[in-house]
């Protein structure tokens, strides 16, 4: 890896940049975007612009979130993808890998240890869980960082080593990281250096739960999660347990009683109630290719009803444009975001008095990894954070 590049920064119009610095106004809201050591100054619209100004780094861009990543920046006025690696397909073309992104102009799949990070100015990192952590610590300091993976999750690096069976390689950097749920934290993030994109599972439960315990709207105990999962959430590369006829007509439960993304839910709950909240948390796998439904069982707080859940629901996420609560009695789908940044959940009466039902759909690979991402490097650089986001779900 070689040395470091100096980071684009980005602004709206009221921040300020330094002598030197090359700035772009981008379309009606009149924001500017800043690089330094140019003096070149220029102009672009959002909507038509072919210069992509900001230069992204996809580390991993050979996987199912890296090629995600890419098909949605074609849509991002931008970010233009300047440095891709993978590991074994180092040395391929991106069109061979993923034939489906031939319309774009991609720079060839190189090895992360090849990777010269002076001609980026962010970095999405894509690799495996386990991967990552020494490959960050060696990234330039000037970067801004979204990593996909689940190694810079787990605030507490004792809890990171029992969940992932191996030691943390880079403690110090964990303590700088910023949890990256944007709609919840997006205050945090505008700051943020480095962010851990949350995981699928964790994005589907946390959006919906966040709200109602912080309104103290439900008790802590006796949260039951049962999720699905499509097979593209386990990425690419070839594992027996999901080849087509072992995915295929049936449904297969796994981490019964012990799956990783479990730490990471109780982790994000307690923050909100300053209290430890512990869940039973079942994934299952599907026999399909995208798409997470997280069906929750809560017990409401004394005199509280479906009702003001919904209320709840309804008002915290009325401003936001990817967290959708559905009309009352609307059954959430996975079909219903399926390619889109969105979230829709809604919430039902139980039979049983006092309970609820949450049902709360993303898109595995978007919300649930590479449209969070962007949502999120949008806010580390001071653009509008729907920015490439804004396409429709794919349906039927
Ligand atoms: N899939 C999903 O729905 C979600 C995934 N995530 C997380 O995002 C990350 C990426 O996931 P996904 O795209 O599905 O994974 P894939 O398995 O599809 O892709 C992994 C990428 O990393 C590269 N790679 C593998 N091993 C190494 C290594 N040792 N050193 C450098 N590069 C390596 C691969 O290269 P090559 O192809 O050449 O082998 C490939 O480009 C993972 O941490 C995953 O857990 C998070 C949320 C959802
Ligand atoms: C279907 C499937 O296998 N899904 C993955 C979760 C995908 C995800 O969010 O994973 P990360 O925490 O690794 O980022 C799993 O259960 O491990």
Not at 36 to 54: G, L, W
Not at 57 to 66: C, E, I, K, M
Not at 271 to 300: A, C, N, W
């Amino acid at each position: 890896m070689s040395s470091a590049s100096t980071l684009s920064s980005i602004c709206f119009e009221q921040g300020c940049w330094s002598k030197g610095e090359r700035k772009i106004r981008v379309g009606a809201d009149k924001r500017v975007v800043k690089r330094p050591s140019s003096s070149m100054s220029f102009r672009v619209s959002a909507s038509s612009a072919e210069k992509k100004d900001i230069r992204i780094g996809l580390l991993g861009a050979s996987g199912y979130t890296g090629a995600e990543i890419v098909r949605l920046l074609a849509n991002h006025p931008h970010f233009g993808v300047t440095l891709m690696t993978a590991d074994r397909k180092a040395g391929q073309s991106m069109d061979s890998v993923f034939p489906h992104l031939t319309a774009q102009k991609l720079p060839r799949l190189i090895s992360v240890k090849d990777a010269d990070f002076s001609s980026v100015d962010a970095v999405f990192c894509c690799l495996p869980h386990g991967t990552t952590q020494e490959i960050i610590k060696g990234l330039p300091t000037a970067l801004k960082i979204v990593d996909l993976s689940a190694d810079f999750r787990l605030r507490d690096v004792s809890e990171y080593e029992e969940w992932y069976g191996q030691p943390h390689k880079a403690v110090e950097l964990q303590k700088e990281v910023v949890y990256g749920l944007t709609e919840l934290l997006r205050d945090d993030i505008k700051k943020a250096r480095l962010v851990a994109n949350p995981g699928c599972y964790p994005t589907s439960v946390q959006l919906p739960l966040v709200p109602l315990l912080k309104a103290n709207l439900i008790k802590l105990e006796n949260i039951i999660i049962d999720a699905k999962s499509g097979v593209s959430g386990a990425g690419r590369g070839a594992k027996e347990a999901n080849l087509y006829s072992e995915i295929a007509e049936g449904i297969s439960s796994y981490g019964v009683t012990r799956h990783r993304h479990v730490p990471e839910i109780e982790q994000g709950l307690s923050d909100v109630v300053q209290s430890k909240v512990t869940v039973s948390f079942t994934p299952h796998l599907m026999p399909m290719i995208r798409g997470m439904q997280s069906t929750i069982y809560v017990e409401m707080a004394p005199g509280v009803r479906t009702e003001d859940l919904y209320q709840q629901l309804k008002s915290s996420y009325e401003d936001e444009e990817f967290v959708k609560v559905l009309e009352e009695g609307v059954v959430p789908r996975t079909h219903n975001v399926r390619g889109s940044n969105y979230c829709f959940m809604n919430v039902f009466p139980d039979r049983i008095p006092g309970r609820a039902i949450i049902i709360s759909v993303i898109d595995n690979l978007v919300k649930g990894a590479s449209g969070q991402a962007l949502q999120n490097l949008n806010i580390m650089l001071g653009l509008p954070e729907t920015m490439g986001l804004l396409h429709q779900p794919l349906f039927p």
